[in-house]
Every structure is written in structure tokens, then in C-alpha cells.
């Protein structure tokens, strides 16, 4: 703490910033105009082939190494853990899958340096806690690779800012890996939305709604880092699975940009009973105070006068839902299950029949081309296979990714706000515009195909 406030000391003297630092939660400091290029936009030599350097095989790292040994001229190199038993398992799947045997890493937590030094690697995927993620995609990007992180990419708008500051610096991708937006409904709402049949865009409703009580408390997340998080932070600490694609919809970071939140929480009931009925009322675990409550709301305003309601709850014994609802001046699309409403007869969602027609008139092309393949390689019904297919295609072709740092740091700093307003009763706080302003005149991004 003593060497934060240090260097907070040292950065607001030399640059003449306003440093923002509360009382209680995560902090942050402003900044001052950018001195690089934006990466908006960005583009990179296109790669002959794709040499994954994979970080992180406990949870879901084991199945993305086997999606992405199955994309042409993309091939797993290396493989790092904390546990060699798992680094060995995720290596002999790629060799299952036809590959070489990649090269294992483990043994401690600073292991995945040596994997971002080899020189046969050009892309760095972290599947790791969230609090290794900015660690890990900045020296990837120093070791001259390209990255793609796990949601959320950053905790706090700080270290946002390092991100962006990097990617400015190396012109080097880093991309979060955010799936949903590659959700079949999610792009099919993108398709209506760029072909004008929900009008002009106003709201969205998003979420991520995923009772997980029993996961938390198992005690297989590593140092069970998600539940000591929610002892002691407040706010929004999963935002982007909701916000990610209602954000892509509405032109985020291209158009328009967040502007200000509000964000208010509920108690915590839901953590601690579960634990007293599981486990028994003497579990210290059911005396602890949780900060994070059964259910946080917040609002989003943008620039352009548009808004968007954000929900969070892990604890209330709930069906999944991210919601994912987008309201125009024509039209509204809803999942869970999938509606839409059109003008003249908004009043009524539309019959199976119709539904379906306009579904096979305005699937997205990935979806309607590979969208199959997706669903049988898998990862949430396709979408993580769709992502990684599409990451890789930009990057063997030199083209554009769908999503960049900006719009990475943007959906996460949500995590750092939402509390910052909630310690805050509630109070309006702004949004960094980690463009400098880059997304007055960029183009939102289109119907894109591979």
C-alpha cells in the first residue's frame, strides 16, 4: 500500500494528474492525453500460422486447448500451469488431436515467463484468476505477442490504463476474450440491429444472472481467489458476459461511449445460508461479512443520450439468464427464451413461424457458415469454438480483431465502478474514455464473416 501511494505521489507531480483515490474499494488515477498512436483499428503482419502459448489449465483452459487444436493453421506450442499433472493432460490432448506434444511450464506462478520468452510463440492465451490477467498480458505484449485474456480483463481502471498504454506502445493485439458476444442469438441481434430492422438503438437490458454457490465453496477455484474477491469488494465483479454485446449493438467505443453509471446492491443472504445448510452453521465461512451481495443493478447513460441496465447475481437460486434485451425505435430482441418485436405490432412478440423466418433471413454469416462446426467442437453451445476460429482468421489474415483493448478495459471497469458507486450510496460515477477520444469517428463494427 505505501509503495501505491508512492507512486501515485510520483505520477500526479509529474504529469500534473488528478488522482481519484477513495476512502474503501478499488482505486484509480486519471490521465493525461495519450503520446502514442490509437490501436483502433488496429492491424498486424498477417501470421502464417497460429503458435498458441496457453496459460492456465484448471477450469475452462482445458477445453479451449482442445477447440483450438482443432482450427486450421493454429497449433497449441506450449502449455503452462501451477500443477504439472494438469500441464502434462492439456499436452497429451493436443498430441491426441494430432499435434506435436507442446512443451510444459509449471511449478510456480511466475512459470509463464518462460513461456511468453519463446520465440516460436506469437499468441499468449490467459485462462488464469483474474488478478493474474494484467500481469500476464503485459509481459506477453513485452515479449513482443500478441494476447487474449479471460473476462474480466482488468479489476480496476488502473490497471485498464496499463493495458491500453502497452498495446499503444507495442502495436500488438490484446483482445479479451469475451464469447458471448459470438452467442448465436447474441449475433443474430447484431444482424438485425446493422440492417435497421430495430431502428435506431435506445436501450439494453444485460446480465449475468448464474447461481454458483456450490462451485464457489467446493474449493476448486484456485485459492478459491472468486470467493475471497466477494468478501471484499462490493459492486460488479463479472460484467462483460451482459454488457459485451449490448455494447457491441450500440456502437460502444465506435459512435458512442459510456459516459457515467449509477450502481446499487442488495445484501448478502444467499452466500451464507447456503453455506450454514451445506455445511453446517459452524463453517467459519458462514460467519463471514460478504460484501458482494445476492444482486447489483446498475445503469449506464451514454454519450449519445442511450442507456443500459446491467444485473449481477451469483447466489440467488435463479435459471441462468444474461438477459441480453435491445430496444429501438422499430424494434426490440429479447433471449431467454428468444423474442422479437417489430413495428407496426411491437405490442406482441412475434410467432414461432415468424420467428423463424426471420431468423433464416438475417442469421449471421458465422453462424450460418460454420456455425455447425461451432456447436460440434463446443465450448457453451459453439460460441467459444466461434470466437477462437474468428481471433485466429484476423490474425492469419492481418485483419482488424471484433474486439480490442479498448473495448476489453471498457466493459471491465465496470468492476472498479459499480463499486466505487455502490460505497458511494448510489452516486453517479463517470466512465474513462479509454479512447481519448478515438470513438467519435470510428465505425461501429459490421456484420464481419470468416
Avoid at 481519448?436 to 469517428?441: L, Q
Amino acid at each position: 500500500m505505501k509503495r501505491r501511494r508512492e507512486f501515485l505521489k510520483t505520477v500526479s507531480a509529474a504529469a500534473g494528474l488528478s488522482v481519484s483515490v477513495q476512502a474503501a474499494g478499488c482505486r484509480t488515477a486519471g490521465r493525461s492525453p495519450r503520446t502514442g498512436r490509437s490501436v483502433m483499428g488496429l492491424t498486424a503482419p498477417p501470421l502464417a500460422e497460429v503458435r498458441v502459448g496457453f496459460i492456465g489449465v484448471g477450469k475452462r483452459g482445458p477445453g479451449a486447448v482442445k477447440r483450438l487444436s482443432r482450427i486450421p493453421k493454429t497449433r497449441v506450442v506450449a502449455v503452462c500451469d501451477v500443477f504439472e499433472d494438469r500441464a502434462e493432460k492439456s499436452a497429451q490432448d493436443v498430441v491426441a488431436a494430432g499435434h506435436a506434444k507442446p512443451q510444459t511450464y509449471f511449478g510456480s506462478e511466475e512459470a509463464y515467463k518462460r513461456l511468453c520468452e519463446r520465440p516460436d510463440v506469437n499468441l499468449v492465451y490467459v485462462c488464469t484468476p483474474w488478478h493474474f490477467h494484467v500481469p500476464m498480458a503485459l509481459y506477453a505484449m513485452q515479449c513482443g505477442k500478441h494476447v487474449c485474456v479471460e473476462v474480466p480483463i482488468a479489476m480496476t481502471v488502473e490497471d485498464g490504463w496499463r493495458l491500453v498504454e502497452t498495446t499503444e506502445r507495442t502495436r500488438l493485439h490484446c483482445m479479451m476474450l469475451e464469447n458471448c458476444c459470438y452467442g448465436e442469438d447474441e449475433l443474430f441481434a447484431l444482424s438485425l440491429a446493422r440492417n435497421g430492422l430495430l431502428g435506431e438503438l435506445v436501450h439494453g437490458d444485460c446480465g449475468y444472472i448464474h447461481e454458483l454457490r456450490a462451485g464457489l465453496t467446493d474449493g476448486t477455484y484456485y485459492k478459491d481467489f472468486a470467493f475471497e474477491f466477494f468478501k471484499r469488494h462490493a459492486g460488479n465483479s463479472y460484467p462483460t458476459h451482459g454488457l459485451g454485446p449490448i455494447a457491441q449493438y450500440m456502437g460502444i467505443n465506435r459512435g458512442d461511449r459510456f459516459e457515467r453509471l449509477v450502481s446499487l446492491g442488495s445484501g448478502e443472504f444467499g452466500l451464507s445460508s447456503f453455506i450454514r445448510e451445506t455445511f453446517g452453521k459452524d463453517d467459519p465461512r458462514a460467519g463471514y461479512s460478504y460484501k458482494t451481495g445476492d444482486m447489483n443493478t446498475t445503469i449506464l447513460r451514454t454519450e449519445r443520450g442511450r442507456t443500459v441496465m446491467v444485473q449481477y447475481g451469483r447466489y440467488s437460486p435463479r435459471p441462468y439468464d444474461r438477459i441480453n434485451l435491445i430496444s429501438g425505435t422499430k424494434g426490440t430482441l429479447r433471449s431467454y427464451p428468444l423474442r422479437v418485436a417489430l413495428s407496426p405490432g411491437w405490442h406482441e412478440w412475434l410467432g414461432d413461424t415468424a420467428l423463424a423466418d426471420l431468423k433464416a433471413a438475417y442469421t449471421h454469416p458465422l453462424w450460418r457458415k460454420i456455425g455447425e462446426l461451432a456447436k460440434q467442437n463446443g465450448g457453451h453451445g459453439g460460441m467459444d469454438y466461434l470466437m477462437e476460429y474468428r481471433l485466429c482468421h484476423c490474425l492469419l489474415n492481418g485483419l482488424p480483431l471484433d474486439q480490442d483493448v479498448y473495448d476489453g478495459v471498457t466493459w471491465s471497469s465496470l468492476v472498479e465502478l459499480t463499486e466505487r458507486s455502490v460505497l458511494k450510496g448510489g452516486s453517479a460515477v463517470e466512465v474513462p474514455d479509454f479512447t481519448r477520444g478515438a470513438w467519435r469517428t470510428a465505425q461501429p463494427l459490421g456484420v464481419v464473416e470468416v
